[in-house]
Protein backbone atom coordinates (compact mmCIF):
# COMPACT_ATOMS: atom_id res chain seq x y z
CA UNK A 1 0.00 0.00 0.00
CA UNK A 2 1.59 3.84 -0.94
CA UNK A 3 0.75 6.01 1.18
CA UNK A 4 1.54 9.56 0.77
CA UNK A 5 1.53 12.37 3.52
CA UNK A 6 2.53 15.87 3.63
CA UNK A 7 3.02 17.95 6.64
CA UNK A 8 3.47 21.52 6.98
CA UNK A 9 2.31 24.36 8.90
CA UNK A 10 1.32 22.98 11.90
CA UNK A 11 4.45 21.02 12.90
CA UNK A 12 8.25 21.51 12.20
CA UNK A 13 10.40 18.24 12.22
CA UNK A 14 13.41 18.28 14.90
CA UNK A 15 14.76 14.67 15.00
CA UNK A 16 15.32 11.78 13.83
CA UNK A 17 16.05 8.40 14.62
CA UNK A 18 16.45 4.64 13.38
CA UNK A 19 15.19 2.35 15.93
CA UNK A 20 15.82 -1.68 15.54
CA UNK A 21 13.26 -3.78 16.78
CA UNK A 22 14.59 -7.38 18.55
CA UNK A 23 13.32 -9.79 20.73
CA UNK A 24 12.83 -7.47 23.79
CA UNK A 25 10.23 -4.65 23.13
CA UNK A 26 11.42 -1.31 22.82
CA UNK A 27 10.22 1.99 22.51
CA UNK A 28 10.77 6.29 21.16
CA UNK A 29 14.12 7.42 22.67
CA UNK A 30 13.10 9.45 25.93
CA UNK A 31 14.97 12.36 24.85
CA UNK A 32 13.79 12.48 21.84
CA UNK A 33 10.53 12.44 22.93
CA UNK A 34 11.35 15.49 25.13
CA UNK A 35 14.35 16.96 25.04
CA UNK A 36 13.76 19.46 27.36
CA UNK A 37 13.10 17.09 30.19
CA UNK A 38 9.59 17.40 31.96
CA UNK A 39 9.53 20.68 33.43
CA UNK A 40 6.40 22.12 32.27
CA UNK A 41 7.92 25.38 31.25
CA UNK A 42 9.39 23.07 28.52
CA UNK A 43 6.56 21.18 27.25
CA UNK A 44 5.98 23.07 24.30
CA UNK A 45 9.39 21.75 22.71
CA UNK A 46 7.97 18.07 23.68
CA UNK A 47 6.83 15.90 20.43
CA UNK A 48 3.60 16.87 19.08
CA UNK A 49 3.36 14.29 16.02
CA UNK A 50 5.86 11.14 15.53
CA UNK A 51 5.66 9.46 12.08
CA UNK A 52 7.25 6.20 11.91
CA UNK A 53 7.83 4.04 8.53
CA UNK A 54 8.40 0.04 9.55
CA UNK A 55 11.59 -0.11 7.17
CA UNK A 56 12.04 -3.73 7.02
CA UNK A 57 10.21 -7.09 8.93
CA UNK A 58 6.93 -7.07 10.54
CA UNK A 59 6.66 -5.88 13.74
CA UNK A 60 4.01 -6.03 16.55
CA UNK A 61 3.43 -2.73 18.55
CA UNK A 62 1.23 -1.65 21.67
CA UNK A 63 0.39 2.09 22.81
CA UNK A 64 -1.57 1.20 25.80
CA UNK A 65 1.31 0.49 28.36
CA UNK A 66 1.69 -3.16 28.31
CA UNK A 67 4.57 -4.76 26.02
CA UNK A 68 3.40 -6.72 23.04
CA UNK A 69 3.94 -10.32 22.18
CA UNK A 70 5.87 -11.52 19.20
CA UNK A 71 3.16 -13.79 18.07
CA UNK A 72 -0.24 -12.83 19.77
CA UNK A 73 -0.37 -9.52 21.42
CA UNK A 74 -0.51 -5.50 19.30
CA UNK A 75 -1.34 -4.37 16.17
CA UNK A 76 0.84 -5.93 13.46
CA UNK A 77 2.89 -3.25 11.23
CA UNK A 78 4.51 -4.49 7.64
CA UNK A 79 6.76 -2.92 5.70
CA UNK A 80 5.85 0.13 4.36
CA UNK A 81 3.94 1.01 6.78
CA UNK A 82 3.62 4.22 7.85
CA UNK A 83 2.34 5.30 11.85
CA UNK A 84 1.63 8.54 13.20
CA UNK A 85 1.24 9.11 17.02
CA UNK A 86 -0.22 12.76 18.26
CA UNK A 87 -1.13 11.60 21.61
CA UNK A 88 1.81 11.95 24.16
CA UNK A 89 0.76 9.22 26.21
CA UNK A 90 0.60 7.12 23.18
CA UNK A 91 3.85 8.36 22.37
CA UNK A 92 5.13 7.10 25.67
CA UNK A 93 3.57 3.84 26.05
CA UNK A 94 4.60 3.01 22.53
CA UNK A 95 6.42 -0.54 22.55
CA UNK A 96 7.53 -2.79 19.25
CA UNK A 97 8.44 -5.86 19.27
CA UNK A 98 9.76 -8.42 16.22
CA UNK A 99 7.39 -10.53 14.44
CA UNK A 100 9.39 -12.95 13.24
CA UNK A 101 12.76 -14.43 13.14
CA UNK A 102 14.84 -11.07 11.49
CA UNK A 103 14.98 -7.84 13.43
CA UNK A 104 12.90 -5.39 12.43
CA UNK A 105 13.68 -1.62 11.63
CA UNK A 106 11.45 2.14 12.04
CA UNK A 107 12.49 5.08 10.60
CA UNK A 108 10.93 7.75 13.17
CA UNK A 109 10.67 11.70 12.84
CA UNK A 110 9.51 13.80 15.62
CA UNK A 111 7.57 16.82 15.04
CA UNK A 112 6.29 19.89 17.40
Same mark, same amino acid.
Given at each position: ???????????????????????? #????????? !????????????? #???????????????????? !??? #????????????????? !?????? !????????? #???????????
Amino acid at each position: MNINQTVSGFFTPYDYERITVSTS #AVGFTAAKL !NPMGDDLQRNLRK #ARLILVTVETDTIRYTIHGV !NPV #ATSLGHLGRVGDVLSFA !NWQAMK !NFRAIREGG #ADGHLSVTYLR
